[in-house]
C-alpha cells in the first residue's frame, strides 16, 4: 500500500507513532507551534494552516497516550518531487529523536513511489535532516524563489 493510497500509521520507539491521516491532526495546536514557534511561519493564519493541510500530505507524531507532538507535511505530485515543509516537533518532546525518526520515516514512505528528489529549506537542523540521507544542495546556483507577501 502506498502513502497516496491511504492513511498509514507507522510505530516509533518508546510508543509514540506518526499517523497519516489528516482527520486525527489537532489542527489548532499545529497552528499554534507553526504561528508562534516556527521561525518560517510566525503569524501564519490558522486559515492558511488548514488550506496547506488539505493540500498536502500530513504526517502527525502522536505521543503513547495519542497526544499529538509533532507535525510535517509534504507537498507532492506523487511521482517525481516533494517538498517536506512544516517539520516541527512540540518543545517539551525534543531530545527523543522524533525529529530524525520523523524525517526518515517520511523518506521511507515516499521510496516506493519513486519520488527522484526531495526538497527542504532549514536554518538549523541540517543534522536532523543529514541522517535521512539530505545533503546541501549541490548546486545551489540552480535554485531560483518567488517570494510574495502574506498580506
Do not use: N
Amino acid at each position: 500500500m502506498s502513502i497516496l493510497d491511504g492513511p498509514q500509521r507507522m510505530p516509533l520507539h518508546d510508543g509514540f507513532e506518526i499517523d497519516t491521516d489528516a482527520a486525527r491532526l489537532d489542527v489548532e495546536r499545529v497552528h499554534g507551534w507553526l504561528s508562534t514557534d516556527a521561525y518560517w511561519a510566525i503569524g501564519r493564519p490558522i486559515e492558511v494552516v488548514r488550506r496547506a493541510i488539505d493540500a498536502s500530505l500530513s504526517f502527525g507524531v502522536y505521543d503513547a497516550a495519542g497526544a499529538q507532538v509533532g507535525y510535517a507535511r509534504l507537498v507532492t505530485d506523487g511521482v517525481t518531487f516533494g517538498w517536506l515543509c512544516d517539520v516541527y516537533i512540540a518543545r517539551e518532546a525534543r531530545g527523543h529523536g522524533l525529529g530524525s525518526a520523523l524525517a526518515q520515516a517520511i523518506v521511507d514512505a515516499v521510496e516506493p513511489l519513486g519520488i527522484r528528489r526531495l526538497l527542504l529549506a532549514t536554518l538549523d537542523a541540517h543534522g536532523v535532516y543529514a541522517k535521512a540521507g539530505f545533503v546541501v544542495h549541490p548546486d545551489p546556483e540552480q535554485l531560483m524563489v518567488l517570494t510574495r507577501s502574506q498580506d
